[in-house]
């Protein structure tokens, strides 16, 4: 299993970024997909996630209305497209699939919003 993220970066409050995961090693098309995050100091928490089906939740109030995911099977690669970031928004964000994680993450994706 391989979990590649990038897309990460620094933007000024109020911008937007979106981000890439792209997967292999094992089927896309038939998994859940998630995004974490995880700031300085602070838990890695479950941003937002999508079923098979293209079912999509986003799990904290702060983020609903500002962040979408989206999966392209045929590329194997599940999106976050990221709008009016806050300087809270800053951490790194992971993929993996859902509800039940791999054990092993990929490297992540640094974003920095700077008020």
């Known amino acids: 299993v391989q979990l590649v993220e990038s897309g990460g970066g620094l933007v000024q409050a109020g911008g937007s970024l979106r981000l890439s995961c792209a997967a292999s090693g094992f089927t896309f098309s038939s998994y859940g997909m998630s995004w974490y995050r995880q700031a300085p100091g602070k838990e890695r928490e479950l941003v937002a996630a999508?079923?098979?089906?293209?079912?999509?939740?986003v799990f904290a109030d702060s983020m609903k209305g500002r962040f979408t995911i989206s999966r392209d099977n045929a590329k194997n690669t599940v999106y976050l497209q990221m709008n009016s970031l806050k300087p809270e928004d800053t951490a790194v964000y992971y993929c993996?699939?859902?509800?039940?994680?791999?054990?092993?993450w990929g490297q992540g994706t640094q974003v920095t919003v700077s008020s």
């Open positions: 993996n699939k859902y509800p039940i994680t791999f054990t092993s």
């Open positions: 999508i079923t098979s089906g293209g079912g999509r939740i």
